[in-house]
Nanobody, 122 residues
Framework: QVQLVQSGGGSVQAGGSLRLSCAAS????????MAWFRQAPGKEREFVAA????????GYADSVQGRFTISRENAENTVNLQMNDLKPEDTAAYYC???????????????WGQGTQVTVSS
């Protein structure tokens, strides 16, 4: 089993920045692809960003491209999401996930963090 513990998030005004982190523990001998998803009230969970296990290949949703940056620190089994130029529509609960492949589908991931709220006011 792998446990994912998230930190960061909070409230910020539009145009501000926040950083999310996700630390993996447990059976992390295998390096996993990691991703971030988000879910706003009344909406489906949506893909935000993903990064592959070792090649450093990453991808972003069009809505966050150029504003968000995903990175990982394999030695510490940590993945980060730097969020800049935040907009009110970025308001959601954010979840990190770990799986075999860095895909855009939530069903591709086996392990999930507890979620952390990001609120952006206008």
């Amino acid at each position: 089993q792998v446990q994912l513990v998230q930190s960061g998030g909070g409230s910020v005004q539009a145009g501000g920045s926040l950083r999310l982190s996700c630390a993996a523990s447990g059976r992390t001998g295998r390096t996993y692809a990691m991703a971030w998803f988000r879910q706003a009230p009344g909406k489906e969970r949506e893909f935000v960003a993903a990064i592959s296990s070792t090649e450093g290949i990453f991808g972003y949703a069009d809505s966050v491209q150029g504003r968000f940056t995903i990175s990982r620190e394999n030695a510490e089994n940590t993945v980060n999401l730097q969020m800049n130029d935040l907009k009110p529509e970025d308001t959601a609960a954010y979840y990190c996930a770990a799986g075999r492949h860095a895909l855009r589908y939530s069903s591709s991931y086996d392990y999930w963090g507890q979620g952390t709220q990001v609120t952006v006011s206008s």
